[in-house]
């Protein structure tokens, strides 16, 4: 069983930045798409961003797109999110997802999540 360990989280101004940190406790030979998903209070879990194996590929959903960037340092398996003028609505449970690739991992097909980290976007 593999665990993802998050970290960054807290509460943030409205246009403000944070970052948010996820790593595999067991490193594999093929690796992992990691990524992020959200779930707002009284909504349904949304995917927000995916990196590949190689963290080479990013993928983004449309409301994060040029405010968000997702990377991966491959010596650490760890995949990062960078948040960037942050609004209210971006106020969330952030959940850290592997799969076994980005586009998988931007399907919905997660083979691991994380416990989560609440971000929170004061207006």
């Known amino acids: 069983q593999v665990e993802l360990v998050e970290s960054g989280g807290g509460l943030v101004q409205a246009g403000g930045s944070m970052r948010l940190a996820c790593a595999p406790s067991?490193?594999?030979?093929?690796?992992?798409?990691l990524g992020w998903y959200r779930q707002a209070p009284g909504k349904e879990r949304e995917f927000v961003a995916a990196v590949s194996r190689l963290g080479i590929n990013t993928y983004y959903a449309d409301s994060v797109k040029g405010r968000f960037t997702v990377s991966k340092v491959n010596a650490n398996n760890t995949v990062y999110l960078q948040m960037n003028s942050l609004k209210p609505e971006d106020t969330a449970v952030y959940y850290c997802?592997?799969?076994?690739?980005?586009?998988?991992?931007?399907?919905?097909?997660?083979?691991?999540w994380g416990k989560g980290t609440l971000v929170t976007v004061d207006s």
């Open positions: 997802a592997a799969g076994s690739s980005g586009p998988t991992v931007q399907a919905g097909s997660i083979n691991y």
């Open positions: 067991q490193r594999t030979s093929e690796g992992y798409g």
